[in-house]
């Protein structure tokens, strides 16, 4: 055998092998959603330090409701814990920094559950990146979201989401 028949042979079985094992995370599909997320109540305030002069918050609980264009998501109750480190802002923006934490949001087919990062920027925008993973009726889904509050205040103006739900056929 030639050294280009080699080649070509090696090139070959490597993208053979390369399809084969990309195959299972392939045959997965995506469902694309849109929704609402409305803030509720505030269940714990958590720990706040201003150690350095800024804003620091450690475990602050608060709760939302959801609309969406995706039944495992619509007419769900989130519970999320939130961490931020922020700067001090003239108002009416009041803060900016990052953000992250954890969520869990359940309706009546089953639950989220994951982690966010997010940032509050110096106008007072929001946005947000969630993670996380389907259990009960959403058991071996996967959730990824991107929302944005373009707003200071998160009690007048809801966070807009888009996103999707990926699943693995496993």
């Known amino acids: 055998m030639s050294t280009r028949v080699r080649s070509i042979t090696a090139v ?4 053979v092998l390369l399809a084969v094992t990309a195959g299972p995370a392939a045959a997965g599909s995506k ?21 350095d002069g800024r804003y620091h918050l450690r475990g602050g609980v ?3 409701r959801w609309e969406a264009t995706d039944s495992r998501l619509d007419e769900a109750v ?17 803060f900016s920094g990052p953000m992250w934490g954890t969520f869990v949001i359940t309706n009546d087919g089953g639950t989220w559950e994951g982690s966010f990062t997010g940032v ?17 009726g959403y058991d071996g889904l996967q959730l990824r979201m991107w ?4 707003d200071p205040d998160p009690y007048l103006v809801p966070t807009s989401w888009s996103g ?4 693995t056929g496993g």
């Open 31 to 51: 469902t694309y959603f849109t929704g609402t997320e409305y803030l509720g109540a505030d269940h714990d305030p958590g720990e706040d330090f201003y150690p």
């Open 12 to 15: 070959l079985v490597v993208l």
């Open 62 to 64: 608060s709760e939302t």
């Open 147 to 150: 929302g944005e509050r373009l």
């Open 78 to 94: 989130s519970l999320f814990t939130i961490n931020w480190n922020f700067t001090f802002e003239p108002e009416p923006v009041w």
């Open 120 to 136: 509050r920027e110096e106008n007072g925008d929001s946005f947000f990146h969630y993670v996380g993973h389907g259990s009960g």
């Open 164 to 167: 999707y739900i990926l699943e």
